[in-house]
């Protein structure tokens, strides 16, 4: 099946900073990526819809400008969770599906774990 | 608004005992997935069902789609200690971008001799 790469697997950052993660198509283009929160314990939230060449979607409760969605091509796009705080920390996973095989299945990234102290 | 529920939420098994989880979702869905999750990784895909009466096997995992009832099960037979991990079932809207879903709460899996 297609292969979805996200990176890093794993960041610890400080307060206040920045961090920002990928997640790649590796064996096909996605013209569209989902990005999931996941809380210890509990099940996947979906944050924003990344659209390749255009603005993210973002849903309800979401901050936009708190996490930037760049979706530059049709293979990367990039999550930026700025000015962290503690509460940001979560395990972060994209999902992408392929197109061009027709399939239905929606294949996900290894997952990022942030932890912001 | 599409929701997801799934129970049981925990699921203490007996190694070689049968057991079910269910997931029902509120509105109408054209595609159902089953995921499985071990602690500390991402989503493993399990099942994609996509039409009613639709039926997959996988080992000792067995899923099933009603799209009129809104249900979906999976199976599991004769459970074995590998088994164990969280298991989601997911749907999506028609009207939706194609990979968009909505997760069940997940249901926590753990077999025992």
């Known amino acids: 099946g297609a292969v979805v790469s996200q990176h890093p697997s794993w960041v610890i950052c400080k307060s206040g900073t920045s961090v920002k993660i990928e997640c790649r198509s590796l064996?096909?283009?996605?013209?569209?990526m989902f990005w999931y929160r996941q809380f210890p314990k509990q099940s996947l939230m979906l944050m924003a819809t990344?659209?390749?060449?255009?603005?993210?979607?973002?849903e309800q409760g979401v901050e936009k400008d708190k996490f930037l969605i760049n979706h530059a091509s049709l293979t990367l796009s990039t999550l930026t969770v700025t000015s962290a705080h503690p509460e940001d920390s979560s395990f972060y996973i994209c999902?992408?599906?392929?197109?061009?095989?027709?399939?239905?299945?929606?294949?996900f990234g290894q997952g990022t774990r942030l932890t912001v102290v | 608004e599409l929701k997801v529920e799934q129970n049981p939420l925990f699921l203490s098994m007996q190694e070689g005992k049968n057991y079910t989880i269910y997931c029902n979702y509120s509105?109408?869905?054209?595609?159902l997935y089953w995921y499985r999750q071990d602690p500390g990784k991402s989503l493993e895909s399990l099942f994609v069902?996509?039409?009613?009466?639709a039926v997959k096997q996988e080992g000792r995992l067995m899923a099933s789609l009603d799209t009129k009832a809104r249900l979906s099960t999976l199976h599991i037979t004769a459970a074995v200690h590998d088994l164990s991990a969280t298991y989601f079932c997911?749907?999506?809207?028609?009207?939706?971008?194609?990979?968009?879903?909505?997760f069940g709460a997940g249901t926590q899996v753990v077999v025992t001799p």
């Open positions: 999902s992408a599906r392929d197109l061009g095989t027709g399939g239905a299945e929606a294949f």
């Open positions: 064996d096909f283009q996605a013209t569209t």
């Open positions: 990344s659209n390749e060449g255009s603005k993210a979607t973002y």
């Open positions: 509105t109408t869905s054209d595609r």
């Open positions: 069902l996509l039409s009613n009466g």
């Open positions: 997911a749907a999506g809207l028609i009207t939706d971008s194609w990979g968009k879903l909505q």
